[in-house]
């Protein structure tokens, strides 16, 4: 059987593409495919860095148990790179009953998964946050935190590289197939001008983000189509300083979780994001 020139490819080099090719380089030859010339300048570039403790998702669910043992293994890889991690907490705010309701349904939920979060009294929350008006209650989430998103991809991509694992940007994939003899993959990669060439792969894994739909159609009988939602904040640099991020209730009528007030490392404020559909990935610039 012809050798394969990798153990394991990965298309996209986001956070999520990064990481997936720390974790494989350290085991087998790998290869990291980014069609753009720079590495987590789409998605990842635009993360609030909110990392969150695990409150919204069913008990049992692949989401939950994913949330709550990743945000565990980045604080403690962050702390071991010295990158900038904060627990400053969340606070969920509700204007009416119906929404204290939801509030205390959220506490009960998140005391079965064994994730903090307490009510605040009025004086609590005064001192708290000041500049905060809150209707009927106030629910927070201590351990929810902020990441330097920067530091961390570049933290994670020095260790891809640390791997030995070979990074192509510029890259954009063209065809997967399945190699003719034994088992792995064939890819078409285009490289601008230069003709095209085909690396094989035993493995592949589209973490290509906006891209993952067209690459997973040109392998799988079944067509995905992608559905685009772009979300915009609005930065914030007015008097009031808050130390939390602030959270409205969920409404489950939205596709998130509401436009909210969020913080990152440097203390800079954003509102945002909010929901707006695109009918192609052009309406999302």
């Known amino acids: 059987m012809p050798k394969l020139d990798f153990g394991a490819a990965v298309i996209g080099a986001g956070v999520v593409g990064i990481s997936v090719a720390r974790a494989l380089a350290a085991r087998t030859p790998t290869l990291l495919l980014e069609r753009l010339p720079a590495p987590a300048t789409l998605t990842s570039a635009r993360n609030s860095g909110i990392v969150h403790a695990?409150?919204?998702?069913?008990?049992?669910?692949?989401?939950?148990?994913?949330?709550?043992?990743?945000?565990?293994?980045?604080?403690?890889?962050?702390?071991?790179?010295?990158?900038?991690?904060?627990?400053?907490?969340?606070?969920?705010?509700?204007?009416?009953?119906?929404?204290?309701?939801?509030?205390?349904?959220?506490?009960?939920?998140?005391?079965?998964?064994?994730?903090?979060?307490?009510?605040?009294?009025r004086g609590r929350l005064l001192m708290l946050e000041p500049d905060i008006c809150a209707g009927e209650a106030v629910l927070l989430s201590p351990n929810t935190a902020i990441v330097d998103t920067s530091a961390l991809i570049a933290a994670l991509l020095a260790d891809v590289q640390t791997h030995?694992?070979?990074?192509?940007?510029?890259?954009?994939?063209?065809?997967?197939?399945?190699?003719?003899?034994?088992?792995?993959?064939?890819?078409?990669?285009?490289?601008?001008?230069?003709?095209?060439?085909s690396i094989s792969a035993d493995c592949v894994v589209n973490a290509a983000g906006h891209d993952s739909c067209r690459l997973a159609n040109l392998t799988s009988l079944e067509k995905f189509t992608p559905h685009y939602c772009k979300g915009t904040y609005f930065a914030y640099s007015g008097p009031a300083r808050p130390k939390h991020l602030i959270y409205p209730c969920p409404n489950k009528d939205l596709a998130g979780l509401g436009i909210h007030l969020t913080l990152d490392t440097a203390g800079q404020?954003?509102?945002?994001?909010?929901?707006?559909?695109?009918?192609?990935?052009f309406g999302l610039r």
């Open 54 to 121: 695990g409150l919204y998702h069913p008990p049992n669910s692949l989401k939950t148990r994913l949330c709550l043992r990743g945000a565990a293994l980045l604080q403690t890889f962050c702390e071991t790179r010295d990158i900038p991690f904060h627990r400053v907490g969340k606070l969920v705010v509700a204007q009416s009953q119906p929404e204290a309701a939801f509030l205390h349904n959220l506490h009960a939920h998140a005391s079965a998964l064994a994730v903090p979060t307490q009510f605040l009294t």
């Open 269 to 281: 404020i954003r509102f945002g994001p909010d929901t707006e559909w695109a009918r192609h990935l």
């Open 164 to 197: 030995s694992a070979d990074i192509a940007f510029g890259s954009t994939v063209t065809g997967i197939r399945r190699a003719d003899v034994g088992s792995g993959w064939i890819l078409d990669v285009s490289c601008g001008d230069l003709p095209s060439i």
